[in-house]
């Protein structure tokens, strides 16, 4: 009665009010920003939206690992911000095809083939080196730089070395095949000398536009070859400067109708001074404290276009050409200012512009090009669209060292793209800069491939230990299993390290730390695995799978797995058009199950040669075939698939540590066998006799053979008879031993 009465007065029965968790604060992704030296919020201009430029290569050469380092870097950066971030990325690369160093190289290597074709009598071809050596004297003379003037002094020695035997050989009329030989050493040696010689001589009769277009070509595709090679996505949008030439035209037009730009002798320049001074205009946001580096400028004009004429053409030394008149021995184009080419500045914005519009969200290159290329884009671009904000965030990646060294292609001291992948695959190159900041210095060396080698491996070991807990045979039910503490924690460490990940990622793209906390999630999911071994319980499978599966995700994301396997690294390279690990693993456990049963009735019965036999399969047979058994005391023998070459070098690491063993033992057994030899030899000499062969040092002994005076005559003082009695005495007991071993037969 009382309850009814108490239901009564509450009167009807409502839901009690709820109210939301609190929630957490929810981290927001911010990237390092040249134009602030600053991690900022990303936030793009229109939406989820992201328009991204990025500078592409200048192709006259090989790409290199400086190359590598900016768009593997931009590639982890883009995938990430697509795949991870889920922003909808739409991203226009640039080939510059016209350029200075374009123009002198193709020059050069025309002429030079040309001079090589005519085949120059050994003679001529002395003259000619002594000649081109006269002028190369004089730039190294002048060359300040001292990594530049060492590489010069370095051609200039290895011309000398080759020098003096062709003369040598022709002086002495040597057989026409040795000085046809030592003819093509120097030929080869003085190349650079003899190009640059060749070019002032008869680089302005070149004229040909098809040889200045030939060169970039060939090197683009190259290009293209690499980075596919290295497994970086191509652009959305690929520009080459050569095809938009009117673009660039018209966009160097408006600059000087909007007032900041001038013609000077059929070239134009941009007007640093008059954007400079405009209300809404900055010049020079990313490197302010650059302006005036003449040497920084000049390096921007390029080699072709820093002569004193040119130089005078400009109101400013801080001006930079926009279109530059083209010059005997250069290819040229037309233009309402006469016959001549694109700066090089001016191309990326005209090219970005016509893509992008006037505003993009992401611009990237490498750090060098902030100062003075990346300025003066931003500049002319701004004066060309009228506004301040051309580029929203600019991404620059950092330098790349070999060795410590300073690299530079123009130096002569780089690593191409092709001479990395035939030492390490594409995975690697791409875990050593996951492993590395993106926007600072990375050192290509030993150490950091071999940390990133090792990651892979680690990476990869858990994969396939996790792949076989996943084979071992179970029913529909007993896939789920019950959790106990350590899945429970294992399952709460999962989870902190992913909050530890997104937490890294926001943090301007922080791929170091990301790794750094799926190594210890894989070292927490080992120690898991190796407790629930050790207590003969089975591993959780889900739990295994969802991290796995994980990590798996995350190295897609980066771009370090291309194929679709749901856990691990692919088996068999990434070419292979089926399932190699799904086709050939039920095989393999059928011929593991086997041999463990045979290995077991071998123990049973004794029979060493059938253990020996399947020990041979394991270690010799198997692994040429890419496959490794891990036997295991009381456990079922784990079977993974492993790259060929990686179980070859296990094997041979194997056998030299088994040597190694195997030589360190038979030192230890040499070692006693000497110290024996030696305590025994010792033991032999009677007490008596024992100080009578040290002439150096006793003059005079007593009737056993105990030493009385030194070598000058002088009596020995007590404290030298007190420590010679107590050896004589150890020497008494030693030869006792050995009396009574020589009676006991066994002194041998």
């Known amino acids: 009665m009382a309850a009814a009465a108490a239901e009564q007065g509450k009167g009807k029965r409502v839901q009690p009010p709820w109210s939301p968790p609190e929630g957490t604060k929810h981290s927001r992704l911010c990237l390092y920003n040249s134009l602030t030296r600053n991690k900022e919020i990303f936030q793009p201009q229109n939406g989820r939206k992201v328009l991204w430029y990025c500078c592409g290569p200048t192709v006259y050469d090989a790409s290199h690992m400086g190359h590598a380092r900016s768009y593997i870097s931009f ?20 080939i510059t095809d016209i350029d200075d160093k374009i123009i002198k190289r193709a020059r050069q290597n025309y002429l030079f083939e040309r001079y090589r074709e005519n085949k120059s009598a050994p003679d001529q071809l002395l003259e000619d080196v002594k000649t081109a050596s006269e002028l190369f004297s004089v730039k190294l003379n002048e060359t300040t730089d001292p990594d530049k003037k060492q590489m010069l002094e370095r051609i200039q020695n290895a011309v000398k070395s080759a020098f003096n035997p062709l003369q040598e050989a022709v002086q002495a ?25 060749l070019d002032t001589k008869f680089g302005s009769q070149v004229t040909d536009n098809s040889i200045f277009s030939k060169l970039p070509k060939f090197w683009e595709g190259e290009f293209h070859k690499d980075m596919e090679a290295l497994n970086v996505l191509p652009p959305d949008v690929l520009t080459r400067v050569s095809e938009y030439v009117p673009e660039i035209v018209d966009f160097v037009k408006k600059i000087v109708d909007n007032g900041y730009g001038y013609v000077s002798n059929g070239s ?112 002319q671009s701004e004066a060309y669209f009228e506004n301040d904000h051309w580029v929203r965030y600019f991404l620059h990646t950092g330098h790349l060292t070999i060795a410590g060294c300073k690299m530079s292609k123009s130096l002569k001291n780089f690593i191409t793209i092709k001479d990395a992948l035939k030492k390490h695959t594409a995975r690697q190159l791409r875990l050593a800069f996951l492993m590395h900041s993106w926007k600072d210095t990375l050192d290509y060396s030993n150490n950091t491939m071999e940390s990133a080698i090792q990651y892979e491996k680690f990476m990869n070991e858990f994969f396939l230990n996790v792949k076989d807990i996943l084979r071992a045979p179970t029913d529909v039910t007993g896939q789920f299993q019950k959790w106990e503490n350590q899945e429970a924690e294992l399952n709460k460490n999962f989870y902190d390290k992913k909050a530890a990940i997104h937490e890294a990622l926001c943090d301007n793209i922080d791929t170091r730390s990301v790794l ?28 295994l799978e969802n991290i796995s599966s994980y990590l798996t995700q995350m190295l897609k994301i980066f771009g370090a797995i291309e194929s679709d396997d ?83 070098k296990e094997r041979e690491e194997k056998k030299k540590i088994e040597e190694e063993k195997k030589r360190k ?70 030869y006792k031993e050995y009396l009574q071993m020589v009676q006991n037969g066994s002194a041998n």
């Open 75 to 94: 590639d982890i950066l883009r995938r990430i911000l697509r795949d991870y971030f889920k922003y909808d990325i739409f991203y226009c690369m640039n």
């Open 566 to 648: 749901s856990i691990g690294f692919p088996v068999g390279g990434n070419s292979q058009n089926i399932n190699i690990e799904s086709t050939v693993m039920p095989y393999l456990q059928v011929l593991s199950e086997f041999r463990e049963g045979v290995r077991q009735i071998a123990r049973e019965k004794k029979v060493t040669e059938v253990l020996q036999l399947s020990d041979a399969l394991r270690d010799d047979i198997l692994p040429e075939l890419g496959v490794r058994f891990e036997d295991h005391e009381g456990l079922p023998t784990v079977v993974k698939l492993v790259d060929k070459d990686t179980l070859l």
């Open 516 to 543: 750094e906390e799926m190594r210890s999630l894989v070292s927490q999911s080992n120690s898991y695995i190796a407790a629930k071994k050790s207590s003969r319980q089975m591993p959780n499978r889900l739990l």
């Open 665 to 734: 033992k038979e030192e230890a057994a040499r070692k006693k066998q000497e110290q024996e030899a030696a305590k025994l030899a010792k033991m032999k000499i009677p007490p008596h006799e024992m100080f009578k062969s040290e002439h150096d040092k006793y003059s005079v002994f007593d009737e056993n053979g105990f030493p009385t005076h030194d070598t000058e005559g002088k009596e020995l003082s007590k404290g030298q008879i007190k420590k010679l009695k107590k050896l004589y005495e150890t020497q008494e007991k030693l």
């Open 268 to 379: 134009v320049y941009f007007d640093t001074m008059k954007f400079d001074s405009s209300e809404k205009h900055s010049y020079a946001k990313l490197v302010p404290e650059a302006v005036g580096d003449q040497k920084a400028l000049q390096e921007g004009e390029g080699d072709l276009s820093i002569s004193a004429d040119r130089l005078s053409e400009k109101h400013s030394p801080n001006d930079f050409a926009l279109w530059k008149s083209s010059k005997p021995g250069e290819p040229s184009w037309d233009s309402p200012w006469g016959k001549g080419r694109p700066g090089w500045h001016i191309e990326c914005s005209a090219m970005a512009g016509s893509i992008l519009g006037e505003s993009m969200d992401i611009h990237g290159g490498g750090f060098d090009l902030r100062f003075p290329h990346h300025d003066n884009e931003l500049a």
């Open 173 to 197: 009329k040597l057989p026409t095949e040795e000085i046809n030989r030592c003819h093509e050493t120097l030929l080869e040696e003085a190349k650079d000398l003899l190009s640059d010689w």
